[in-house]
């Protein structure tokens, strides 16, 4: 497919335990974007990758939250010991280069953690 | 910090109207303005930009942008039930896309 992918799309888990969710980009994006929407709020940045680096890693909430980025495409965003607080969509986007000229981000349709 | 400020509605419209919504932001240097639709349990998309003071249109859809008075607004006229969603304005940050909280609008048939 030609868009944003990513998976798994619903995932509920136990308090405590680990959680990795995956994002494929549009083939060619070099900009990588993960948020966090909680239900009915708005966006919450979490990280930015260009390329594989991440310029700015400050909107992820705690030291459980971690992501990376190999082959400047597929990103992984882990948590670790997860809390009921983590439930939210997690989405990820991607532009084809830095998205604020532009702005225009191409959305994935979002992981949905619950943690029970 | 920047930021950028939405009422989040809802704001209800009935059909065939105007639906008028606001951003206002925070830094007085931001170039670029962007509205996003996303409708519920789906994800954002990006449906106008603008980047001069002025209005710009696109088919039902008009942004407004006055940079003076740092307020941006998208109209919709002739509202269709189908344009029921929120609507997020963002503006560029330096890397990034800053965030509205969003305005959930609702057109009542």
């Known amino acids: 497919g030609a868009g944003v992918s990513q998976s798994p799309s619903n995932k509920v888990t136990e308090k405590g335990k680990d959680v990795e969710l995956r994002c494929d980009p549009i083939?060619?994006?070099?900009?990588l974007y993960w948020y966090r929407q909680s239900l009915g709020q708005g966006l919450e940045f979490l990280i930015y990758?260009?390329?594989?680096?991440?310029?700015?890693k400050s909107g992820l909430p705690s030291d459980r939250f971690s992501a990376e980025r190999t082959g400047g495409s597929v990103s992984t965003l882990t948590i670790q010991r997860t809390q009921q607080e983590d439930s939210a969509v997690y989405l990820c986007?991607?532009?084809?280069?830095?998205?604020?000229?532009?702005?225009?981000?191409?959305f994935g349709e979002g992981s949905r953690l619950t943690v029970l | 910090q920047k930021e950028v400020e939405q009422n989040s509605g809802p704001l209800s419209v009935p059909e065939g109207a105007i639906a008028s919504l606001n951003c206002t932001y925070s830094?007085?240097?931001?170039?670029?303005f962007f509205w996003y639709r996303q409708y519920s349990g789906k994800s954002p998309e990006l449906i106008m930009s603008?980047?001069s003071n002025g209005d710009k249109e696109d088919g039902r859809f008009t942004a407004q942008l006055n940079k003076a008075s740092q307020y941006v607004s998208l109209l919709i006229r002739d509202s269709q039930p189908s344009d029921s969603a929120t609507y997020l304005c963002?503006?560029?940050?330096?890397?990034?896309?800053?965030w509205g909280a969003g305005t959930k609008l609702i057109i009542k048939p």
């Open positions: 963002a503006v560029n940050g330096n890397y990034q896309l800053i």
């Open positions: 830094d007085r240097v931001s170039q670029s």
């Open positions: 083939s060619g994006h070099t900009a």
């Open positions: 990758f260009q390329g594989n680096s991440a310029p700015d």
């Open positions: 603008i980047y």
């Open positions: 986007a991607s532009s084809l280069a830095q998205v604020t000229n532009t702005g225009e981000l191409f």
